[in-house]
């Protein structure tokens, strides 16, 4: 199959990444089935779609007639096999659950053309192993969007033990006519890139929770002195605790039992506190946004620490070849952070004593290995990766 062949995309699951996906497909021209287990998530996915693109035509972005050409070419289904006859691209974007992603594709597998592409949306779970579904895995890859998938232009496209170049070629195409920008994950590695090089700050925030010294407000009132949109616990209630609990689980298992998440957010998922979906988190969003005070900063820990942490780990993402180039990870922190620069581009003045001492600061006061800086840092060489 050639790029040109792509006419219809299927995608599995009307959730919030799954109708952001059928959204900004249906806007690049193309015929998308959206397909779920029940009609009122999909009625619900339709709803969401819709009230998008009302936003979009108030903005006078679209017209319109632009938005009632976008939903002619929306189909909505309960029947797998009806969404994904004749799709050259179905996409699944379901709960990260490995069961339930592994059944999903081969009911898939089974129903659609023999040359369709099979892509999961999972931000976190090994590719490989989910294509042990499909037959001929060869098709198969990552499609990891971030959210929301209307406003986020990174999609990490993620090669499996067996995905092919062709496969990977043609949605690196796919991803550019959507109007996003793909970044190739040449290995499939827990996190892939962007939840990788985020992985050991997600550490600390747990850390920072459990030692007790610091408000989260502080912290964040910080950060957003910085530039950033949202402060790191601002966006853990966003998210959702439950998933921020849930991703540390799967790196302490993957990557290093240091990841393990603390006390603090253990106790707020078993009792329900998951962020702004349940009103109570971190902070208190019954009012709908956080109740954050804005007042004070923290000294201790800064954002020059949570930078020094970030390229650290893209240097161990480098090294263990997950991304191709230095570029690649820069292009992809910020696109999948809304940052103002990666961390290669961000650090490329400092002195490697600077990170060298955030690093070894929290390395002692956390007890965390995740924490030692790389050799390249120390000695500066991490400015000549390429």
């Known amino acids: 199959m050639d790029f040109s062949d792509v006419k219809k995309i299927a995608v599995i699951g009307s959730g919030d990444m799954g109708h952001g996906i059928v959204q900004v497909a249906a806007m690049a021209g193309y015929n998308v089935a959206m397909k779920d287990v029940k009609q009122e998530f999909l009625d619900r996915g339709v709803a969401r779609i819709v009230e998008s693109l009302d936003i979009l035509v108030g903005k006078e972005k679209i017209s319109a007639q632009d938005k009632k050409d976008i939903m002619g070419r929306i189909s909505a289904t309960t029947d797998t096999a009806e969404a994904v006859q004749d799709a050259q691209i179905v996409i699944e974007a379901v709960p990260e659950i490995m069961d339930l992603k592994k059944s999903v594709f081969s009911e898939v597998s089974a129903s659609a053309p023999d040359d369709a592409i099979l892509a999961t949306n999972t931000s976190t779970m090994s590719i490989s192993e989910i294509s042990k579904a499909v037959n001929n895995p060869a098709r198969f890859a990552g499609l990891h969007f971030f959210n929301p998938v209307n406003r986020m232009k990174l999609v990490e496209i993620i090669k499996g033990a067996e995905t092919s170049g062709a496969t990977a070629d043609i949605l690196v195409k796919f991803t550019e006519a959507i109007k996003k920008i793909p970044v190739v994950v040449l290995k499939d590695s827990p996190g892939f890139i962007v939840n990788r090089i985020n992985a050991p700050n997600q550490a600390m925030l747990s850390a920072i929770l459990d030692e007790g010294k610091i408000k989260p407000d502080e912290?964040?009132?910080?950060?957003?002195?910085?530039?950033?949109?949202?402060?790191?616990?601002?966006?853990?209630?966003?998210?959702?605790?439950?998933?921020?609990?849930?991703?540390?689980?799967?790196?302490?298992?993957?990557?290093?039992?240091?990841?393990?998440?603390?006390?603090?957010?253990?106790?707020?998922?078993?009792?329900?506190?998951?962020?702004?979906?349940?009103?109570?988190?971190?902070?208190?969003w019954s009012s709908g946004k956080p109740l954050i005070d804005g007042t004070t900063m923290c000294q201790d820990i800064t954002p020059m620490e949570m930078l020094a942490i970030q390229i650290n780990e893209a240097v161990r993402v480098h090294k263990e070849g997950i991304a191709a180039s230095v570029a690649d990870i820069d292009l992809a922190v910020v696109h999948g952070m809304k940052a103002m620069a990666g961390p290669f581009a961000m650090c490329a003045g400092m002195q490697p004593e600077q990170l060298v001492t955030s690093l070894d600061k929290l390395h002692q006061r956390f007890g965390l290995a995740i924490f030692k800086p790389e050799p390249e840092v120390a000695d500066g060489s991490f400015k000549e990766m390429k």
Request: no cysteine; aromatic share 12%.
């Open 219 to 284: 912290l964040d009132t910080a950060m957003k002195m910085v530039g950033m949109p949202q402060g790191p616990y601002e966006l853990a209630d966003f998210v959702g605790l439950d998933v921020f609990v849930h991703t540390l689980k799967y790196y302490a298992e993957t990557l290093s039992p240091e990841f393990r998440p603390g006390k603090y957010l253990t106790a707020k998922v078993e009792a329900g506190d998951l962020g702004k979906k349940t009103g109570q988190g971190i902070y208190d």
